[in-house]
């Protein structure tokens, strides 16, 4: 699984930071889940009351997230699933995805939580997605390093 070797987080309080999610639709049981595991893991760093914002598809999360960056959140979890199919839209949304979203991180100095699933079959995206018997929870994990990113940024505008 891909999940080895995955670095430990301990939650602090984080509640200062304006965060926000925004998720695709696509993949209905899938992106409760990752959403449901985002919604733990900052409700553990002490964020009560997200911004969580629904977009069509994994495509859009990147205009999104750009939104939020210049509205002044602090961090943005974007959550997506891309399953591979018969054409190469996977690899296009893959690709636009990836690329937009680190632009939008780098741009803004902004840590942007990369929970886009890229996944062969549906069965992997299930045991991703934080739900009951998947062996990872990548809407936690995701949201944990966008937390601890802030961290580290803002230690780094303190100095």
């Known amino acids: 699984m891909s999940g080895a070797g995955a670095p430990t987080s301990q939650p602090y309080d984080a509640s200062g930071l304006k965060v926000a ?11 409760d889940g990752l959403v449901a595991g985002a919604e733990r893991a900052l ?5 009560s009351e997200p911004e969580v914002i629904r977009v069509p598809g994994t495509f ?5 997230a750009a939104a939020l960056a210049q509205a002044g959140y602090d961090a943005v979890v974007a959550l997506g ?13 893959c690709s636009a995805a990836t690329d937009g979203l ?8 902004m840590p942007v939580g990369f929970g886009v699933l890229t996944c062969d079959t549906e069965q992997q995206a299930l045991e991703r997605a934080g739900l009951e018997g998947s062996v990872e ?15 580290v940024l803002t230690g780094l505008r303190d100095v």
């Open 21 to 31: 999610v925004v998720a695709a639709s696509w993949h209905t049981q899938v992106m």
């Open 43 to 47: 409700a553990a760093y002490g964020i």
């Open 60 to 64: 859009e999360l990147p205009v999104v």
């Open 81 to 93: 699933v891309v399953i591979r199919g018969g054409t190469p839209h996977f690899d296009y949304v």
């Open 102 to 109: 680190t632009q939008v991180s780098v741009t803004h100095a």
């Open 137 to 151: 929870d990548k809407g936690w994990e995701a949201t944990a390093a966008a937390l601890d990113t802030a961290r």
